[in-house]
Nanobody
Framework: QVQLVESGGGLVQAGGSLRLSCAASGTFFSIRAMGWYRQAPGKQRELVATMTSDGRSNYVDSVKGRFTISGDNAKNTVYLLMNSLKPEDTAVYYC??????????????WGQGTQVTVSS
């Protein structure tokens, strides 16, 4: 059974920084990609940043230049370093992973979410 465990959320003042971590555990063949989504109150969940297993990354325009996604393949972990945080970054951040099981097709997995609150 695959699990994604997130950590690193919290309360920070505008202009501050936070680093989120997400570790995948369980038995599986490989991780194809990992990333972060967020959902603010009253809004749809949106992609923040993703990274493929070969290191290609993608960001939503609103975080480019401020957020950096990175990964540790040996630890099955993805990180999101968030700098110059703004109040509009306030949301629940969810880790997502596309994981190939030992047998069968790849599937999407989600973490439980971690709250990020940026005060003005």
């Amino acid at each position: 059974q695959v699990q994604l465990v997130e950590s690193g959320g919290g309360l920070v003042q505008a202009g501050g920084s936070l680093r989120l971590s997400c570790a995948a555990s369980g038995t599986f063949f490989s991780i194809r990609a990992m990333g972060w989504y967020r959902q603010a109150p009253g809004k749809q969940r949106e992609l923040v940043a993703t990274m493929t297993s070969d290191g290609r990354s993608n960001y939503v325009d609103s975080v480019k230049g401020r957020f950096t996604i990175s990964g540790d393949n040996a630890k099955n972990t993805v990180y999101l370093l968030m700098n110059s945080l703004k109040p509009e970054d306030t949301a629940v951040y969810y880790c997502n992973a596309e994981i190939r099981p030992l047998y069968g097709r790849s599937d999407d997995y989600w973490g439980q979410g971690t709250q990020v609150t940026v005060s003005s």
